[in-house]
């Protein structure tokens, strides 16, 4: 089991840069593929960003590349999301999330997600 703790939200302007930060608790953080959600007000929640079990593999959904990054430090369980030329429909409370069922292949489903942290608020103004 791990446990999911998000920071680094905040109040931004359009165009400016976050830098969230989940901290995993457990010895086996290496043994899960994790992702980035987000919810924005009134939606559902939706996939950010994924990055396989040994970092070999991202993946983004349309709106956020070439924009958004996602890394991981398994020495250190981090999993981080660079955000550069934010919008304000970035707007929403970011998740973090584990899957600890695949290794390479990164779903992009809710459902696919074991583990989810309690989340941190991203405003962009415009």
């Known amino acids: 089991q791990v446990q999911l703790v998000e920071s680094g939200g905040g109040l931004v302007q359009a165009g400016g840069s976050l830098r969230l930060s989940c901290a995993a608790s457990g010895r086996t953080f290496s043994n899960y593929v994790l992702g980035w959600f987000r919810q924005a007000p009134g939606k559902e929640r939706e996939f950010v960003a994924g990055i396989s079990r040994d970092s070999s593999r991202t993946y983004y959904t349309d709106s956020v590349k070439g924009r958004f990054t996602i890394s991981r430090d398994n020495a250190k369980n981090m999993v981080y999301l660079q955000m550069n030329s934010l919008k304000p429909e970035d707007t929403a409370v970011y998740y973090c999330?584990?899957?600890?069922?695949?290794?390479?292949?990164?779903?992009?489903?809710?459902?696919?997600?074991?583990?989810w942290g309690q989340g941190t608020q991203v405003t962009v103004s415009s």
């Open positions: 999330a584990a899957d600890r069922t695949h290794s390479i292949i990164i779903v992009p489903r809710v459902g696919s997600y074991d583990y």
